[in-house]
């Protein structure tokens, strides 16, 4: 059911996705610009709330290096524009409910939670160069601390 990890150099796979306002967004709309690509399990859950924020928190540094931040789930519009609206997240946050997506970056699949193999959202981030080429693809990363690590990954400081 897991689906092969996506490399380093590996063509971003395209998709469009409906935005928490059921606005298509497509990823060929930020070509020639840098993406951090991120999949989350759930809106307003505690571990998806504190990395959401994170990446408010860090919005600015992150635009002035470059990158736009997107944020995947598979939670509904409305779900979306509640958890944008409690936290403030100003970034784009796309709908994916038949994980189609998930399953193309493999962020779906087997994994372990409490010690127990089950099969959900792995929390992964996908950094997409200009040229629509993942550089950076990270799965099983942290709700907390992940933006300060992907920071110093992307070599920016504060």
């Known amino acids: 059911m897991t689906a092969t990890r996506l490399e380093p150099g590996t063509p971003a796979p395209a998709f469009t996705l ?4 059921g606005a298509p967004v497509s990823l060929a ?3 020639g610009k840098k993406v951090v690509l991120y999949f989350y399990p ?3 859950t505690p571990g998806c709330t504190t990395q959401a924020c994170d990446f408010r928190d ?3 540094s992150l635009g002035a290096s470059g990158y736009q931040v997107l944020g995947v789930s ?7 524009q509640k958890f944008a609206e409690e936290e403030n997240l100003s970034f784009p946050l796309l709908s994916d409910p038949d994980l189609a997506v998930h399953q193309a970056y493999a962020a779906y699949g087997e994994k372990s939670m409490y010690g127990k193999t089950v099969t ?3 929390r992964s981030t996908f950094v997409i160069d200009e040229d629509g080429v993942i550089t950076h693809p990270l799965y099983n ?5 992940h933006v300060a690590s992907l920071r110093k990954k992307l070599g920016i400081d504060d």
């Open 42 to 44: 759930a809106a307003s």
């Open 58 to 60: 860090n919005l600015n």
């Open 18 to 21: 409906p935005d928490k306002d």
């Open 74 to 80: 598979k939670d509904s519009g409305a779900a979306l």
């Open 141 to 145: 990363v942290k709700a907390t601390g």
């Open 120 to 122: 959900g959202v792995i």
């Open 29 to 31: 709309d930020y070509a």
